[in-house]
C-alpha cells in the first residue's frame, strides 16, 4: 500500500510579521508602521498645511507696507525673498515645528493604548525592542519629511512673493542669489536636530501618559516654556542646554565671518535630549504590562 505524503500546511501570515509564531524584522515591521502613518488622514493633512500654508502667510507679510523690524531680517522681509524665508523661519522654530513633529510622534505610542491592540503587537507580530524602534524610525522619518516640506515651500513662496533683493546678513553683509540660497536651505536644515530632539520627548510622553493629547500638545507647551525661559537673562547659563535654544544656531551662518560653534553645541544638546527620551521610553516598554491589552 502507498503512502501519501502530508499535505503542506497553510502558514498563516499578516501584514506586519511573517509566519505565524515567527517575529518579524526591523524592516518589516517599519514599512508596517510607515503604512499606517500614510493611511491617517491627519499626517496627510500635516503635509498638505506644510506645503500649502507658507504660500499665505508670505503673502501676508510681504504684503504689508510696514515690515516688522522688530525682528532678525524683518527689515528686509518685504524686499527680499530669502529675508522673507529666514522670519518664517525664526517663527516656526519658536511655534510649529516642535507641534508639527508631535502629531505624529505624540500618539505613535499611545495609539496602541487607545485601541488596545498591545498585547495582539507584541505577543503575535514582533518583540518590544523591534516594536519600539520601528515606531520611532517611522516618527522620526517623519519629522524629516515635514521639516522638508515645510521648509521648501517656504522657500519657494518667500521668493517668488517677497521680491529678489539679495540678503541682507546680520552683519550688514550682501549675499547674492547662489549664495543666499545655500545658506537659507542650510539655516533650515539645521533645526532638524532639535527637530528630533522634540520628536524624542514625545515618543516619551506618548509611552509615559499613554495620551495622545498629551503627546501631542506636552512638547509644544514645554517648547514655549523653554523659550520663556531662555529669554531671560539671569538664566542664561540654562538656555545653553534647552532643546529649543538650538532652533537659533543658524544665525552664526548669516554673519561675517560665520561662526558654527552654536550649531555644534545645538548638535550636541539635541542629540543629549534625544538620547535621555528615548532611553526612558525604552525602558518604559521593556516594562509595560501588556496582559490587560
Keep these: 500500500m502507498t503512502t501519501l505524503p502530508a499535505p503542506t500546511p497553510t502558514v498563516a501570515t499578516s501584514p506586519a510579521h511573517g509566519p505565524a509564531g515567527r517575529a518579524a524584522g526591523l524592516g518589516a515591521v517599519l514599512a508596517w508602521e510607515v503604512r499606517k502613518l500614510v493611511a491617517q488622514l491627519r499626517v496627510r493633512v500635516v503635509l498638505l498645511a506644510a506645503l500649502v500654508v507658507p504660500v499665505p502667510v508670505a503673502l501676508a507679510i510681504s504684503a504689508q507696507s510696514q515690515p516688522p ?13 530669502w529675508s522673507l524665508a529666514l522670519l518664517i523661519l525664526g517663527f516656526a522654530g519658536q511655534w510649529a515645528l516642535p507641534l508639527l513633529t508631535s502629531i505624529v510622534a505624540g500618539d505613535v505610542f499611545s495609539s496602541e493604548d487607545q ?21 520611532v524610525l517611522a516618527a522620526t522619518g517623519f519629522a524629516v519629511v515635514v521639516l522638508a516640506v515645510l521648509g521648501a515651500a517656504t522657500i519657494a513662496s518667500s521668493v517668488l512673493l517677497g521680491g529678489g533683493a539679495p540678503l541682507t546678513g546680520l552683519s550688514g553683509q ?42 501631542i500638545a506636552a512638547p509644544a507647551a ?8 531662555g529669554a531671560l537673562g539671569s538664566l542664561q547659563g540654562l538656555r545653553t542646554v534647552l532643546p529649543t535654544t538650538p532652533f537659533e544656531a543658524w544665525h552664526g551662518l548669516l554673519t561675517a565671518p560665520r561662526f558654527t560653534g552654536p550649531l555644534v553645541e545645538g548638535l550636541v544638546v539635541s542629540a543629549v535630549w534625544a538620547a535621555a527620551a528615548l532611553a526612558i521610553a525604552y525602558v518604559l516598554v521593556r516594562r509595560r504590562d501588556v496582559t490587560g491589552g
Design 115 to 135: 485601541h488596545g491592540t498591545w498585547k495582539t503587537v507584541l505577543t503575535r507580530s514582533t518583540g518590544r525592542s523591534t516594536l519600539f524602534w520601528a515606531k
Design 174 to 215: 550682501t549675499i547674492g542669489d547662489g549664495q543666499a540660497l545655500v545658506l537659507v536651505a542650510a539655516a533650515w536644515a539645521s533645526t532638524l536636530p532639535p527637530l528630533l530632539a522634540f520628536t524624542a520627548l514625545a515618543v516619551l510622553i506618548s509611552v509615559a501618559t499613554r495620551s495622545s493629547a498629551a503627546g
Design 69 to 81: 523690524k522688530d525682528t532678525l531680517f524683518g527689515r528686509y522681509a518685504t524686499t527680499s525673498g
Design 222 to 229: 514645554l517648547g514655549l516654556v523653554m523659550q520663556l525661559v
